[in-house]
């Protein structure tokens, strides 16, 4: 039998589909990893469980799949009927047992990893809407689930870290982050200068007066995730040019 391959030709399509897939193996080690009785601990995320995280991303991985479905057919499929469904559907899950929870995971991985692998090259720019209401070429969909599976991965708070998720990753997390910020208009006194991944990354004017913070690539990552701090990666930050004793919690992410 021959074996199936994906029908995307795009070099940088192709390569986002092998780093999402490393990212939902690398999720998939760290939650088998887990006992049963781990899943009822809590996450990262505040009030959330690491059950609610799992749910979260299985269902994640159905609604994405939703969205590649809406462009293979052209029939149009949400991600969720409406943000309440979304989140009544993440509660539900995690009364889930555990066996279900991981059956969860690993068939709506391999559901989405199908749809996409199957997905005509011709259709791979056609447009579809996300739960917050942006209308972007399907191909968006591999970047939106990678951030989700390697960032969860690190919210299981089972030893997975930031500096486990590749560079590339972190990068655009970063800069997905600083334009959610801006678009809040939160980014005012506001600078961000990565040390040492690759050329370096600022993000707003550490000249201009107010609050830079500095550190290695996955330390701010950490930090303008919203999760706050990690031995071994240390951050600074001045007001003014002048040494802070603490690093301010960043905006509102999501």
Known sequence: MVARHDLVTDAETRAGLLTVRRGTAFFARKLNELAY????????????????????VGYNARAVARLVEWA???IE???????????????F???LPPTALLNLYDH?????SVEWRDLPDARWGEEVRTAQGRTVPVSETVWMRTREVWLHAVDLDNGARFADIPTGVLRRLIGDIWGAWEKRAETAG??????GAEDGLTLGDPDAPGTVVTGPLAAVA???????TEPGQPLTATRDGALLAEVPM???WI
């Open 37 to 56: 009785t781990d899943t009822d601990e809590p996450s990262l995320l505040p009030g959330w469980s690491r059950r609610h995280v799992i749910a979260h």
């Open 190 to 195: 506001l600078a961000v200068r990565v040390l």
């Open 222 to 228: 950490r930090w303008a995730a919203g999760r706050g």
């Open 108 to 112: 709506s991985a391999i559901h989405l």
């Open 250 to 252: 960043p905006p509102r």
């Open 72 to 74: 293979a057919t052209g």
């Open 77 to 91: 499929t949400p991600m969720y009927p409406s943000p309440e469904a979304r989140n009544e559907e993440i509660e």
């Open 93 to 95: 899950g995690a009364t």
